[in-house]
């Protein structure tokens, strides 16, 4: 059945180092969405992908769609320490059938 | 405001027992769903449910039952036939046609004495 990968598991960085996480479908994803997960809290939307090669940007966070609409990634340049927390990727199986990758959490060090 | 409330927040449950999670909505959202997540872990799907009176089962769904009777309800029944229930338990709905971003409720937290 279908899969989402994601890698790393971990990742500690030095606040002002840049983080990506990268998240890979064994299928093709008719979009892919990224969520991010503080601490002690629950996922949160951050952005919704839908285009082959598309790229967007939220201030610091980049979000790229792969052009075989199988693998995205996440980049953060120079991270902050509110920049603290699991990130998600999630595609759809089948309409309203929403898997989650195992997730990337991300420590900064002050 | 616009959301999912679940409840209860924490919860103590011996061996052997049931427990039912509540999870409603007032999003107007048709599509609502559970996840279990352990720690250091991610999401697996449990059930989700996309209509009234309708559900299928996701990856894990041995142990547990839903019922969907009206729109804005989702509960979740851990049963005794699950063996490791100890988790955090996460509902979500998603918006209409159109986008597949789910909201997610704040969670329950279970856990099996």
């Known amino acids: 059945g279908q899969q989402v990968m994601q890698i790393p598991q971990y990742q500690h960085v030095q606040e002002g180092e840049d983080f990506t996480t990268y998240c890979n479908s064994s299928?093709?994803?008719?979009?892919i969405q990224w969520y991010k997960q503080r601490p002690g809290g629950h996922p949160v939307f951050l952005i919704q992908l839908v285009k082959s090669g598309e790229v967007k940007k939220q201030k610091r966070l980049t979000f790229q769609f792969g052009e075989a609409k199988k693998n995205s990634s996440l980049h953060i340049t120079a991270t902050q320490t509110t920049d603290v927390g699991t990130y998600f990727c999630?595609?759809?199986?089948?309409?309203?059938?929403?898997?989650f990758g195992a997730g990337t959490r991300l420590t900064v060090k002050p | 405001d616009g959301g999912i409330t679940q409840s209860p927040k924490y919860l103590f449950r011996k061996e052997g027992q049931n427990v039912t999670l509540s999870c409603e909505q007032n999003?107007?959202?048709?599509?609502m769903y559970w996840y279990r997540q352990d720690p250091g872990q991610g999401l697996r799907l449990i059930y989700y449910?996309?209509?009234?009176?309708?559900?299928q089962k996701g990856d894990i769904a041995e142990g547990y039952s839903v019922s969907r009777e009206k729109k804005e309800s989702f509960p979740l029944t851990v049963t005794s036939a699950q063996k490791n229930p100890t988790a955090f338990y996460l509902c979500?709905?998603?918006?209409?046609?159109?986008?597949?971003?789910?909201?997610f409720g704040a969670g329950s937290r279970l856990t099996v004495l």
């Open positions: 999003l107007n959202h048709d599509a």
């Open positions: 979500a709905s998603r918006r209409p046609s159109g986008a597949n971003v789910l909201t």
């Open positions: 449910s996309q209509i009234v009176n309708d559900f």
């Open positions: 299928t093709t994803l008719s979009n």
């Open positions: 999630a595609g759809p199986l089948r309409e309203n059938d929403m898997r």
